[in-house]
């Protein structure tokens, strides 16, 4: 089921105007409904048509277009489920932190009721600059979510901080507000939540270990819809080649073991733990302190099982903290993940049938129920992996608020 949300994404006047063509096309791709308004600065850099062609909507470049009754600005705030301005200039920024609407894109955005979400681009002494610092300062406080530029040579040969963000970056965070938007305003109290995610490795010598097909994935999107929607959020991950999430502290592990300290030193100061991870549950006896060299014959390795991270928090657990697990089963799900539930002593199980090519391992997308205590079985459907996140913290937030 593609995604169709309604999308603003206003352009200004910055020579990374044309990376919002690339951004544009992408969302589009995605299943979105965009809406392009461009400064007259931008319409300088790129034409209205390229963006025309590629939303396939009309675009907005000012205020008063014949024939419509009803100002555009108006007609899109009531449709628009989130403003993004990609790439964003410190004109147009300090404009929308003092309230100044004298164009098109200005307007909107003092009509515009939903996120905002804002990639700066421009030169580095510029971003440096007091009173642009200042106008971000205030458009954060008032909740203006930022895709912070990045650091490198902008386009008027001078190096530092000030470039658009990269485009997948930018559509990723824009995914990651559309999909906790209702968990934002259910307006939970922040908590500490340690989320883990990805596989663990176990050494069978300098250059082998034992793995699993864990990307991330899911574990990652967990984390950034939980920072996204306010929570002081703990990353613990094992190797993956997903870049940190925004918003989050990020611890890195290797082995079950570095896992296992990991999450009991977060645990102590945590509301809420999801083991996401797939860990290991054996690993070679020994580890060959040199690279093992081929025999004539087979190689057999030995192997013992790595500490039950989950059963040992158990133990540890205080009132008011509480522990959700996953259960990747390839058969007999629902009995699976509830056995593991009581064993585990955990508070919620998310069965994951990771026997299925379409969910589960490696996809973006995934497919859980949520098994509780109480005999509750609470199915969360497929979505992205960023939606279901999304999903499993309102499920486990209307739960604790019983
Ligand atoms: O990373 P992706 O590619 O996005 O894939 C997502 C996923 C399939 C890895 C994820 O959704 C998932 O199902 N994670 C749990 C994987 C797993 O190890 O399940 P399990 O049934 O073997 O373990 C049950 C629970 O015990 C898990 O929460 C696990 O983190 C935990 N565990 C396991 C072993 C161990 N030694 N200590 C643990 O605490």
Known sequence: ?????????????????????DLTSKLVQAGHDVHVLMTGSACELVQPQTFLTLSRNPVTTQLWNLPTWQPEHIALADKAEILVVAPATANFIGKLANGIADDALSTYALSHTGPVLVAPAMNPRMWQHPAVQANVKTLKARGVVFVEPAEGRVACGEAGTGRLADVPEIQRAIEVQLACRSLKKSKQSPKRIVITAGPTRE????????????????????????????????????????????????????????MAAAVKAEFAEADLLIMAAAVADYRPADCASDKIKKGEGNLTLELVRTEDILRSLADLKKPGQAILGFAAETRDLETNAIAKLKAKKLDWIAANDVGRADIGFESDRNEITLFATDGTATPLGRHSKLQLAAKLLEAVAARKNR
């Open 1 to 21: 089921m593609p995604n169709t949300s309604c999308i603003a994404l206003g352009v200004t006047g910055s020579i990374a105007a044309y990376k919002a063509a």
């Open 203 to 258: 050494a069978i010598d300098p250059v082998r270990f034992l793995s699993n097909r864990s990307s991330g994935k899911m574990g990652y999107a967990i984390a950034e819809v939980a920072a996204a929607a306010g929570h002081d959020t703990v990353l613990i991950s094992g190797p993956v080649a997903l870049p940190p999430p925004a918003g989050c502290r990020t611890i890195d592990v290797t082995s079950a073991a570095e």
